[in-house]
């Protein structure tokens, strides 16, 4: 079965630099949510999109921002990097009902920011 | 606002002892529960979810939580563990009943299940 796909797996930045991560849903999934998981930290929500509209919004850095295309990928786009960024960026997609949708993760973005 | 608590950062078991993992959560709503499992340097893989119905629920991997609602536990648990089981645990929650891409999941800080000989 088909699961979410995020690229790259590893990314090195260095400070002020900008990165751009991608996810890939599940076919047919209407939902993308992106989490941070910092080292040893437990994974924490950013923002989340319904059908190409943000749906709800975490604790997101202004620096950083987000969008669904048409297709249904998500781009997470961060700026002015700083090394609090570096952390594991997990997607996952859902098809949204009445609640309770399982949420599928991606294998993550590794971010190190030098 | 909803938080999760998951009180032991690491829990050691012999192989093929019982396993349990504690989970508390805080909610003004009723909410829908979840636990899920991280391997090194992989992704959040789901073990069970309890959304209505049967408090007790099975899920992959033998293991089963319970929900409790007057104690607001959730606590994971299995009769034996494997060696494969070391892994680290999250236990998560969501708003009951919210559509619209707004079933965002606050996690607890996660319990390392570490499994000895």
């Known amino acids: 079965a088909a699961g979410v796909i995020q690229s790259p797996r590893h990314l090195i930045k260095e400070k002020r630099e900008t990165a751009t991560l991608k996810c890939y849903p599940i076919p047919r999934h209407d939902t993308v949510y992106w989490y941070q998981q910092g080292p040893g930290q437990d994974p924490q929500f950013l923002i989340s999109f319904y059908e190409k509209m943000q749906s709800d919004k975490g604790s997101i850095p202004d620096r950083f921002s987000a969008q669904q295309f048409s297709d249904y990928h998500s781009e997470l786009n961060m700026s002015s990097l700083e090394l609090g960024d570096s952390a594991l960026y997990f997607c996952a997609s859902s098809l949204d009902r009445q609640g309770g949708n399982e949420q599928f993760f991606g294998p993550g973005t590794r971010l190190t920011v030098l | 606002a909803q938080s999760v608590t998951q009180l032991d950062s690491q829990v050691p078991v012999f192989e093929e002892a019982p396993v349990e993992l504690r989970c508390n959560y805080s909610s003004s709503v009723s909410v829908y529960l979840f636990w899920y499992v991280q391997y090194p340097n992989q992704g959040l893989q789901l073990l069970l979810k309890?959304?209505?119905?049967?408090?007790l629920v099975k899920g992959i991997n033998g293991f089963e939580a319970e929900f409790k609602k007057s104690e607001t536990s959730f606590h994971l648990t299995k009769p034996s563990a494997d060696m494969s089981d070391a892994a680290e645990y999250f236990c998560?929650?969501?708003?009951?009943?919210?559509?619209?891409?707004?079933?965002?999941?606050?996690f607890g800080t996660g319990t390392q299940l570490k499994v000895e000989l």
């Open positions: 309890y959304l209505s119905g049967s408090t």
């Open positions: 998560a929650v969501s708003d009951r009943g919210v559509t619209g891409g707004g079933n965002k999941l606050t």
